[in-house]
């Protein structure tokens, strides 16, 4: 059988099944290609010194990486001019960035996670980009940081390239998940697998055990009952996997099944989570979905979630259905007994 581009695999939803507009399919093409080149950087690593820290913090008081910002410019400079676009927010800056007035505007909005794992960064381990696509609002003409504050369930598209042994590009528009391989000698975005599938159940989970002390009791309980194996009340052994790329363990588990896990915790009482709403857990959230998993915040399903911040944490529970619907069952029996 012929190989199938992604170009091809975008015109097949623009104009046979009808399912996105072409200016989504240019945009997405855009951003394609932007990761393209952030690929290429990564790989490069410090034969081009792309490799250490940038000197700067980002809005959540993180270190920078000099490929942070390389990826964040890369995907602004990529997507500003096509005419697609009407802002851009990314993980690497405070404020959304409205296009700039010398160039067209157009009706989408674009959130990303530049360069996602970056603590894998000067270890040479799987890395990635992370994005997702919003409409801006009917009637508005002047986008606002509100404009973007809409729940997953009003994305268009998502999608995360891993930057690893190979790399991927793995994308939804809401009509199943397909995944394309970056085709180094021809540069081209080969489909080398549509309609992903994440097995219902599993024994394999996610998590960084080394804050086991913070977890609240519902986290607790859930990885205690799977730590007790064949014996156990779950009467099989687990086994447990943390790339600390969130890429890079979605990415596992769209292909083999898992659960994915950053829950709140007490490290940071008031924030509830690491990972971020808007550019991390709800395209990861939508992709899980479209591969018939789930992903929730504990309580409540991740894509219903109706933001407040752009910059707003949550906490993530996704991956194999049967498992992320027992541990946010957890969670939801500890929220009605506790006391109000
Ligand atoms: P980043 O976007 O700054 O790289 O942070 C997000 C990453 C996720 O990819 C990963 O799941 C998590 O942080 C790892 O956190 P920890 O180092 O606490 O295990
Ligand atoms: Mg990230």
């Given at each position: 059988m012929k190989p199938v581009s992604l170009t091809q695999y975008l015109v097949e939803l623009q104009?046979?099944?009808?399912?996105?507009p072409g200016e989504l399919r240019l945009l997405l093409e855009v951003v394609a290609r932007a990761c393209k080149r952030i690929s290429l950087a990564v790989s490069k690593g410090d034969l081009a010194d792309?490799?250490?820290?940038?000197g700067s913090d980002n809005v959540q008081g993180e270190a920078q990486q000099k490929l942070d910002v390389i990826a964040n410019e890369t995907l602004l400079e990529a997507n500003e001019w096509g005419g697609h676009l009407a802002a851009m927010a990314s993980e690497e800056m405070e404020g959304f960035y409205p296009i700039p007035h010398r160039y067209p505007r157009g009706e989408f909005l674009l959130l990303f996670d530049p360069l996602d794992g970056s603590s894998n960064i000067d270890v040479n381990v799987s890395i990635g980009t992370i994005f997702s696509v919003l409409k801006l609002p009917e009637g508005v003409t002047e986008p606002t940081e509100e404009n973007f504050l809409q729940p997953g369930t009003q994305q268009l598209a998502a999608g995360y390239a891993v930057y690893g042994p190979s790399t991927l590009l793995v994308l939804t528009v809401g009509d199943g998940v397909a995944k394309f391989t970056l085709d180094r000698e021809t540069g081209s975005w080969t489909m080398t697998g549509n309609h992903l599938r994440i097995p219902e159940d599993t024994k394999e989970f996610a998590i960084n055990a080394s804050n086991i002390r913070h977890w609240e009791p519902p986290v607790r309980r859930y990885v205690d009952e799977m730590l007790a194996?064949?014996?156990?009340?779950?009467?099989k052994d687990f086994n447990m996997r943390w790339v600390a790329s969130m890429v890079a363990d979605v990415h596992r588990i769209m292909t083999r099944g898992g659960v994915f896990m950053y829950p709140r915790d007490a490290r940071e009482p008031n924030k509830p989570g690491k990972l971020r709403l808007m550019y991390e857990a709800n395209p990861m959230a939508f992709l899980v979905e479209q591969a018939g998993g789930a992903a929730t915040n504990g309580l409540q399903r991740m894509l219903e979630v109706q933001p407040t911040q752009l910059h707003q944490r949550v906490a993530v529970f996704l991956g194999s259905k049967n498992e992320v619907e027992r541990v946010t069952a957890y969670h939801q029996e500890q929220a009605g007994s506790a006391p109000s």
């Amino acid at each position: 059988m012929k190989p199938v581009s992604l170009t091809q695999y975008l015109v097949e939803l623009q104009r046979e099944k009808g399912l996105i507009p072409g200016e989504l399919r240019l945009l997405l093409e855009v951003v394609a290609r932007a990761c393209k080149r952030i690929s290429l950087a990564v790989s490069k690593g410090d034969l081009a010194d792309v490799i250490g820290a940038a000197g700067s913090d980002n809005v959540q008081g993180e270190a920078q990486q000099k490929l942070d910002v390389i990826a964040n410019e890369t995907l602004l400079e990529a997507n500003e001019w096509g005419g697609h676009l009407a802002a851009m927010a990314s993980e690497e800056m405070e404020g959304f960035y409205p296009i700039p007035h010398r160039y067209p505007r157009g009706e989408f909005l674009l959130l990303f996670d530049p360069l996602d794992g970056s603590s894998n960064i000067d270890v040479n381990v799987s890395i990635g980009t992370i994005f997702s696509v919003l409409k801006l609002p009917e009637g508005v003409t002047e986008p606002t940081e509100e404009n973007f504050l809409q729940p997953g369930t009003q994305q268009l598209a998502a999608g995360y390239a891993v930057y690893g042994p190979s790399t991927l590009l793995v994308l939804t528009v809401g009509d199943g998940v397909a995944k394309f391989t970056l085709d180094r000698e021809t540069g081209s975005w080969t489909m080398t697998g549509n309609h992903l599938r994440i097995p219902e159940d599993t024994k394999e989970f996610a998590i960084n055990a080394s804050n086991i002390r913070h977890w609240e009791p519902p986290v607790r309980r859930y990885v205690d009952e799977m730590l007790a194996g064949k014996t156990g009340p779950r009467g099989k052994d687990f086994n447990m996997r943390w790339v600390a790329s969130m890429v890079a363990d979605v990415h596992r588990i769209m292909t083999r099944g898992g659960v994915f896990m950053y829950p709140r915790d007490a490290r940071e009482p008031n924030k509830p989570g690491k990972l971020r709403l808007m550019y991390e857990a709800n395209p990861m959230a939508f992709l899980v979905e479209q591969a018939g998993g789930a992903a929730t915040n504990g309580l409540q399903r991740m894509l219903e979630v109706q933001p407040t911040q752009l910059h707003q944490r949550v906490a993530v529970f996704l991956g194999s259905k049967n498992e992320v619907e027992r541990v946010t069952a957890y969670h939801q029996e500890q929220a009605g007994s506790a006391p109000s």
